[in-house]
């Protein structure tokens, strides 16, 4: 049994930058926060918001980022745990930033999913913890199996139509076994939960676009799937019963209001990573 990294192989393990990134001084953290926050009230679009922010931060590895975060939208004073607004509120955003933060994985994978869920968590207080789901409501049966594929064709068509079939057969000419995993992973995780609104935490159908132009864009240089996602945004407000935030998020305004400001804190965490990578040239 191998109980310990022979020492070479350790040695090789600490090079290359193996750490997440540092979060950013607080203050640079809550006025990007502050301002793009004020920009999302005055839109009526502070869910979008709080997704967008969760899978920004997840993406640009900065798990400690997401944990404050979550304090900034749980307290009138983020230092202050006196100043936490009601369990009902806070275990709400909890909730959103959990899911928001699964639904990641589909695009950047799981290691940095793991380290953010991580530094959600461990920001949480005990009662909220306490008040968040424990039983998965995914796990796949036979008796779940034919409505999970459904619901992820179903997804998948509402994002890629008048292509879906077209991309749909390219995918699976790659590999035959990668399509099917995409439709499994979207009926099982990307798309809203199987009883909606009713489950802590769902996320609506134009929310699961945001996540995915959230992370592409944080992600950069994946052009070909970020515009699939935005036209999946766009495609949303094609859905039945919309709220209001839902309009507005698959607005061609709402739209370019979601890509701004995903960039506005890209910019704003990445900074000092940006002035350390002109100081080795």
């Known amino acids: 049994m191998v109980k310990h990294l022979p020492p070479a192989v350790k040695h090789l393990l600490t090079l290359r930058n193996p750490e997440a990134w540092p979060s950013p ?38 798990p400690s980022s997401v944990g404050h975060l979550y ?21 709400y955003k909890a909730a959103l930033m959990r899911e928001a933060a699964l639904k990641s994985v589909i695009f950047v994978g799981v290691p940095r999913t793991i380290l953010s869920l991580t530094g959600l968590k461990d920001a949480l207080e005990e009662d909220v913890f306490a008040a968040l789901r424990k039983n998965s409501i995914r796990e796949a049966t036979p008796q779940t199996i034919e409505a999970t594929v459904a619901r992820g064709q179903t997804l998948w ?60 864009r944080a992600e950069g240089r994946v052009g070909p799937q970020l515009i699939s996602h935005v036209f ?44 350390l990578a002109k100081g080795k040239l």
Not at 25 to 50: D, I, M, P
Not at 181 to 207: C, H, K, W
């Open 71 to 91: 304090r900034f939208v749980t307290r009138s004073d983020p230092n202050s745990l006196e100043s936490r607004k009601s369990l009902t509120e806070v275990v």
């Open 232 to 275: 999946g945004l766009l495609k949303a407000r094609n859905e039945e019963n919309l709220n209001d935030e839902d309009k507005y998020l698959s607005s061609d305004e709402g739209t370019e209001w979601v890509v701004r400001t995903i960039d506005e804190i890209v910019d704003a965490v990445t900074s000092e990573e940006a002035s």
């Open 25 to 62: 001084s607080l203050g640079k953290l809550h006025n990007v926060f502050n301002r793009t926050l004020n920009e999302a009230k005055q839109r009526n679009a502070e869910n979008g918001w709080l997704v967008l922010s969760t899978c920004t931060l997840l993406t640009t590895n900065r």
């Open 157 to 216: 068509n509402s994002i890629y139509q008048p292509h879906a079939v077209k991309l749909y057969n390219k995918l699976g000419d790659l590999h035959p076994d990668f399509i099917k995993f995409i439709i499994q992973a979207y009926g099982t995780v990307l798309s809203p939960l199987p009883r909606g609104d009713l489950e802590q935490g769902n996320l609506t159908r134009a929310l699961g676009s945001v996540v995915g132009i959230a992370t592409l």
